[in-house]
């Protein structure tokens, strides 16, 4: 007895660069230049090559793409960093979400590593250039003599940094300046009468930390205060919790009524530990926090902080390696609107010094 025939239609073929090829009565070599942008084509093939391939709904795979073109079609990021500072680390995710907001719109992929530690990430480069999965990548958390800009020159990788470098670079730089936002919010606290004004960064390593801690010392040395007390830590919240505690136990004539944090977690993490001390923020403290993260709004109090746009930096570095790819220019820098200080109900005068 034969099996009943199966009630499942046939799915449809899905046309192939042949079909284009036949329809367009030309070969599959001159339709593969057509949709990879060769200008060896005349422009009346050219013309019946692309209306064959929409006549039959045919688009070429990124997998075809990448073999006959000899890209990968996507762009990398290397953190030397656990993978969940995707959720301690206010930064990273909107930053990612721009990023790949950039490349969706030319269906270009994003590929994410992460390495313990700085002295890991050599190889993750040379693995992911001697295995050809990216085009080029992006340089995060610059470092002072950074040793990544003669590895990835010596690879021939593609790259674009997160600001300037201290010395020269073949590439170019998506740049924020996060000086302004720094020198305002000291300002900010000196108006408010605070005198003591600590600052509570990240890693030295990083040429951003750096930076923003020179501009809050010669913010103070402008206005004739002392040297403030600058705590590092490792950008968490736990570090910035520890350091706030730190801060707090200084003796009361040197101890800070205000702080500086070089992202918002540290700073909400600070506002919990100055709580759980006993201190009313910003009654007894003041606290500034870097970034404008979503969350920092919804603190209490509001957390008053330094406005950058990961979104747009994240965006703007996925444009600018792209755009090297394509042109070659090494020598475009591209500028980000300025850092600017958002006042919210975390900072306010300085309380009485004889309470």
């Known amino acids: 007895m034969r099996p009943p025939p199966d009630p499942t239609p046939p799915r449809p073929r899905q046309p192939t660069i042949t079909d284009v090829a036949r329809l367009a ?5 001159t339709v593969s230049f057509v949709v990879n942008g060769r200008t060896n084509v005349a422009d009346a093939t050219r013309e019946r ?20 073109t000899s890209q990968a079609y996507a762009l990398g990021l290397v953190f030397a960093r656990g993978p969940e500072t995707l959720g301690s680390d206010p930064f990273f995710a909107p930053f990612i ?35 050809g999965r990216v085009d080029g990548v992006v340089l995060t958390d610059v470092r002072h003599d950074d040793p990544r800009i003669d590895l990835l020159t010596q690879l ?66 402008s206005h004739g205060l002392p ?19 730190t ?7 040197t101890r800070p009524t205000a702080i500086l944090y070089g992202n918002d977690s540290m700073a909400i993490a600070g506002i919990v530990a100055a709580q759980q001390a006993g201190l009313h923020v910003p009654r007894d403290l003041s606290v500034i926090g870097f970034e404008d993260s979503e969350l920092s709004a ?35 820098e591209h500028t980000l609107p300025p850092a600017r200080l958002v006042i919210r109900g975390s900072a306010a005068a300085r309380a009485d010094p004889g309470r």
Do not use: C, M
């Not at 009565?25 to 070599?29: D, E, F």
């Not at 090559?49 to 006959?68: C, D, I, K, Q, Y």
């Not at 801060?247 to 004539?253: E, K, N, R």
């Open 25 to 29: 009565g030309t070969s599959k070599a």
């Open 49 to 68: 090559v692309l209306a064959a391939a929409e006549t039959l709904g045919w688009t070429p795979s990124r997998r075809a793409r990448s073999l006959s």
């Open 97 to 131: 979400g721009g990023f790949e907001s950039a490349l969706a719109e030319l269906d270009r992929s994003l590929l994410l590593r992460f390495v313990d530690g700085p002295e890991l990430e050599e190889a993750a480069y040379r693995r992911l250039h001697d295995q």
């Open 156 to 221: 021939g990788l593609p790259a674009v940094t997160l600001n300037r470098l201290d010395g020269p670079s073949p590439f170019p730089a998506v740049v924020l300046d996060d000086l302004a936002g720094t020198a305002a919010a000291v300002e900010y606290l000196v108006g408010l009468g605070h005198e003591h004004i600590a600052y509570v960064g990240g890693p030295e390593l990083y040429l951003h930390t750096t930076r923003r801690r020179l501009a809050w010392q010669e913010a103070l040395e």
């Open 227 to 245: 040297a403030g007390v600058f705590v590092e830590t490792d950008f968490s919240a736990a570090g910035g919790a520890l350091a706030t505690t």
């Open 247 to 253: 801060v707090l136990g200084l003796t009361v004539a």
């Open 298 to 332: 919804h603190v209490s109090p509001p957390l008053t902080t330094i406005h950058s746009d990961s979104f747009t930096w994240g965006r703007t570095a996925a444009e600018a390696l792209l755009e090297l790819l394509r042109t070659g220019d090494s020598s475009a």
